[in-house]
């Protein structure tokens, strides 16, 4: 079949809950690029009768392209040895590339994997200023998904300054500049403060920052002036999707007091919390750690200003790579593995050490069942989005299993028993969480909800007007199997996938924002930079 | 040809990894009359912008359109292609050098080769690194280990380890301490503030000295390393340490292991204080390649698609591939003068398509030679410095007058596609 400029996806039964849809049989029209309200009798026919119909999914967190994630492939030759991706047969336009998987895919091999999954939208989740063209460039190798980046800030020389001078409007505006410049979509934060220490900013040989008021070189600098400040500065510039925020401490025992006292700081703010799996521990480093999922979630369940991500932990092969370089020196001493570190200038961090999570292992236990808890204890879905924070907890390939583990109770609790139990006393896993996620639930944390907390508002719906991003199912009790395998997947109108095969590869969309501000800014910025940077500011961005 | 000088401001050098972006380019009647702030590496690079605008076939002047049907039949018909990455093209350039290797299912290969121990040792270890700001910003501490930047990566030292002000050095230059290690002949800058000599053959044993050192291991300080244990001391003192090597070929041919012993020291580093080892890249966008590669394939150089996909064989690559004789066609993209001895000496056998800046003019006769301009002289695009920080070229002419290798490139790869 070619694809035609219009189709109708005919008897499926839909899930489209953005549109209060949760399995009716009905049909969804496509007319080009986009989903409209109905077509004449006649128009080419996709029969879907007895499959289940949604959107394409929207992954709101993953780290597929720049240049961290380049220095985590360059890391992993043995793992691309052993997961070769030669191309997909095409059935029209330019042939497709080759490439290379493992955790940290090549370009293309992502592009493909993720639509041969049913996702059409991704953003990468984290990309220094300073290496943002590099970015874009892999992003546009990176075929078939819409994709955009967020871009970090908050460890910045530029911005602890106007945070010590108390300028809090120039450094709304100079969010706004860097933004646009480097064609972001929104801002990112990394253990606020902590990775301009653990570069030397406090000059006093710290390693890290550990509580929301330590100072950051200035004592008028500290990880919750940091927080209010872009969070303040991202609503301020009425961005599309709010600050996203990895808090202090990231896997250390204790860290969810951290976690939420982050979340008080910015108390009626909207805010994103990323993979919060990573900083909902209790316990005391050397004297154990317990899971405090519970307490975490009861508190974003009772704030509806707030949004998380859960960055579940998927057993098996993972590399984490963050630009919290002071944790990836943590886990490099504790594990022995190969580690690389690269300080980047007058911004932030990177750290990146290949990774393992076993059954057998105690805190790996314990991290799979805190993000099950999250999961499963979450009362609003529209605000709790499936993630795996790709590759550190899990691969993009890993969420049909997860899905597994969400909507299948017998299959959890068998999977429950394999594990290491010495660190689940006081888990609500053992307590025996009967809920089952539905396919509507499904349809909510990995499209509907993240397109919304992303302000997407044609993705993550099959509403007129929507993308014509579409993904097709075919039911099995196997959920797992059922999402692993999309029988169609169609993309901006095209077919991408088709009797469960990658047929087709257009280029994604990129997804960026231009926000207003005082330009006034730049000559400032420019100041600095002619007095600290390596490259002249007007080469700096991605322009 | 306008009289009127065209200036061109915030021009990204390619002389050497450094990568300078603050020459300010003048053309005057078509030639480039001045490359101010470059250093003399980066002058020469830039030169008069003249190259030659030749397209020839087995030597003799043709068309374009028929030489890129050559080398397209010529590649299409080889049984063990080979795609070069030289240097002086643009990271687009190389992206679409990739693709015409993964469609020949041939082999691709670029300047990393000369720097292959450092990339394999990395590949290993991991490493401890910084983007050459950072070192400016933070360190206290230089150490040049067995290389003077001052020949080859001229601007390295006032750009940015040693000389500039730095937010946590303002007194520049005056807040650094120098170090200078002499590994025989390969000696580190003049006018460091402290020397320390290591004999060649002692070298792999004085770095795991001074590494089993940071680690708190006891090592006699009057044992044989008494002065690397006294250096090594000072590091650990330090606030923020760069360490300095060449991943390039030195004077004096350096044992494997080095860069591998380099690596693990400077990870050691970091227990009792920060570090970063600073490894010395050369010019022509080098470090592009790598970068280009590893997104792509997965694998920084030395690619062979021969299976369908990207394997590694870094120790086949395109020098060893050729002195083999497994190469019957070979593509080379970029500047013919960048390309090894390993590698150019042993073309002139092969059936060969330069693509480049002075292609016409390789010494190993192409079978067809396509001049181009250059990439940040005549073309734009992207470069990447030798830590891997990104930046924009600009081209000092408008480029109306000069073939470009970007849009050359992607008609031979559009006409490969075209060919099922």
Known sequence: ???????????????????????????????????????????????????????????????????????????????????????????????????????????????????????????????????????????????????????????????????????????????????????????????????????????????????????????AVTPRKILETLAGAANALALPHPVHIHCNNLGQPGNFATTLESMRALAGQRAHFTHLQFHSYAGERGKGWRSAAKDVIEYVNGHAELSVDVGQVM???????????????????????????????????????????????????LQWAVGLELFLLAKDPWRVVLSTDHPNGGTFLSYPELIRLLMDRAYRDERLKAVNQKLLAGSTLLDGLAREYTLGEIAIVTRAGPARLLGLSRKGHLGPGADADVTVYAPDTDRAKMFAAPRYVIKGGTIVVEEGQLRRASAGARLAVRPDYDVAVTKDVKRFFDDYASVAFENYGAQ | ????????????????????????????????????????????????????????????????????????????????????????????????????????????????????????????????????????????????????????????????????????????????????????????????????????????????????????????????????????????????????????????????????ALIALSQALNGPTRCALSTLRGGGNRSGADAVLTWQTGFPFAVDFGRGYPTYRPHAGAAERLAAGEVDAALVIGAPATLPDSVAGRLAGVATIAIGPRASAAGWKPVVAVDTGVAGIHEGGTAFRMDDVPLPLRPAFDGADVRSAAATVRALRERLEGAA
């Open chain 1, 315 to 365: 057993f098996g092969s993972a590399t984490t790579v963050t630009a919290d370089g002071p944790v990836e020196h943590l886990l490099y001493t504790s594990s022995g593995r190969k580690w690389v570190n690269v300080d980047i200038e007058l911004e932030t961090g990177c750290g990146i050490v290949p990774y393992a999570y076993r059954e057998r292992a105690a805190v790996a236990a």
């Open chain 1, 1 to 219: 079949m070619t694809t035609p400029s219009r189709l109708r996806i005919a008897g499926g039964t839909v899930y489209d809950p953005a549109n209060g849809v949760d399995g009716a049989v009905r049909d969804v029209c496509i007319e080009g690029e986009r989903i409209v309200a109905e077509l004449p009798a006649g128009v080419p026919r996709l029969d879907v009768r007895g499959m289940v119909v949604m959107p394409g999914g929207v992954d709101i967190h993953a780290h597929v392209a720049g240049s961290s994630v380049n220095h985590a492939r360059r890391l992993l030759p043995e793992e691309h040895a052993a997961d070769p991706a030669p191309a997909p047969q095409l059935a029209d336009g330019p042939p497709a590339r080759s490439g290379t998987g493992g955790t940290v895919p090549s370009t293309f091999a992502t592009g493909y994997r993720y639509a041969g999954l049913g996702y059409t939208t991704a953003m990468e989740a984290a990309v220094a200023p300073l290496a943002a063209r590099h970015a874009h460039a892999e992003l546009d190798d990176t075929p078939i998904i819409d994709s955009g980046f967020y871009v970090l800030l908050g460890n910045d020389d530029y911005l602890l300054r106007q945070i010590a001078a108390g300028e809090t409007a120039r450094a709304r505006d100079y969010a706004g500049w860097l933004l646009g410049v480097t064609r972001a979509y929104a801002i990112k934060i990394v253990n606020p403060g902590g990775v301009a220490v653990w570069k030397g900013g406090d000059g006093n040989g710290s390693r890290n920052v550990n509580g929301l008021d330590d100072a950051v070189g200035s004592s």
């Open chain 2, 1 to 260: 040809m306008s009289a009127a000088a065209r200036t061109v401001e915030h021009v990204t050098c390619l002389g050497c990894g450094c990568a300078c972006d603050d020459i300010t380019v003048v053309v005057q009647r078509g030639r480039v009359t001045e490359a101010q702030q470059a250093c003399a590496l980066g002058t020469a690079w830039f030169g008069d912008g003249q190259v030659p605008d030749a397209v020839r076939i087995r030597g003799r002047a043709d068309t374009l359109e028929r030489a890129l049907a050559e080398a397209a039949q010529l590649l299409a018909d080889a049984k063990g292609p080979l795609v070069y990455l030289a240097g002086d093209i643009s990271c687009e350039v190389q992206r679409d050098a990739v693709a015409i290797a993964d469609r020949l299912k041939g082999a691709i290969d670029s300047l990393a080769g000369t720097a292959a121990a450092g990339v394999l040792a990395a590949q290993r270890r991991g490493r401890a690194g910084a983007t050459l700001g950072e070192l400016r910003q933070r360190a206290d501490l230089v150490v040049f280990w067995g290389v003077d930047p001052g020949a080859r990566y001229p601007r390295y030292n006032t750009r940015y380890a040693v000389e500039p002000v730095g937010l946590a050095v303002p007194a520049g230059r005056q807040g650094r301490r120098v170090i200078a290690v002499d590994v025989g002949d390969a000696r580190g800058p003049a006018d460091a503030d402290g020397r320390v000599a290591i004999p060649p053959d002692a070298e792999l044993d004085a770095l795991g000295a001074m590494r089993a050192m940071v680690q708190g291991r006891a090592v006699p300080p009057d044992g044989p390393f008494g002065t690397a244990i006294a250096l090594v001391q000072e590091m650990t003192k330090a606030r923020y340490v760069a360490v300095v090597a060449d991943a390039e070929p030195g004077p004096s041919p350096s044992d494997p292991d080095r860069a591998e």
